[in-house]
């Protein structure tokens, strides 16, 4: 896109929250399908699949569903700068100094986001009380969440 976000709002709570949901629900299918990538592994290689799976192997699927949900993030922000969700809300995120985010912002944010939701939502809250409207994670990672002015489309018959 090659409009001005200079003068583009800051993205609210309920707005940014509305876009979790959504991507939320895909989340979920992706979920879905990496279980069934590891309950196929596991069918592959002959563990019992009645037993549960021991601590390290607990643990590294863990850290692969994460490392997966992470991912759809990195990409889509990387790519774009919107999930489907936030295209959905009419969200885009962004570098503080303009542009789309790195790589390293992106992560970064990821590992940090749930940082920002883990003491009930404080870090979320404070894009409310904020006079940038930020959350923690938008400083820390040195983005921030914009909203994308209404498409008007004409008719054109």
């Not at 809250?125 to 008007?152: A, E, I, M």
């Amino acid at each position: 896109m090659s409009e001005d976000t200079a003068a583009l709002p800051t993205a609210g709570l309920i707005r940014r929250l509305m876009a979790m949901v959504y991507d939320g629900l895909l989340l979920l299918g992706i979920t879905f399908a990496y279980g069934v990538v590891i309950w196929s592994l596991r069918l592959v290689s002959g563990a019992d699949l009645t037993a549960p799976p021991g601590n390290f192997a607990q643990i590294l699927t863990l850290l692969g569903l994460w490392l997966v949900l992470a991912s759809y993030f990195v990409f889509c922000w990387i790519k774009r700068g919107q999930t489907l969700g936030m295209k959905t809300w009419r969200l885009k995120l962004e570098a503080r100094g303009g542009g789309l985010p790195g790589a390293a912002q992106c992560w970064l944010r990821c590992l940090l986001a749930p940082v920002s939701a883990a003491p009930a939502g404080l870090g979320y809250l404070w894009c409310q009380f904020d006079r940038r409207r930020g959350c923690w994670h938008d400083y820390w990672s040195d983005t921030k969440v914009l909203v994308l002015p209404k498409n008007n489309k004409k008719n054109q018959k």
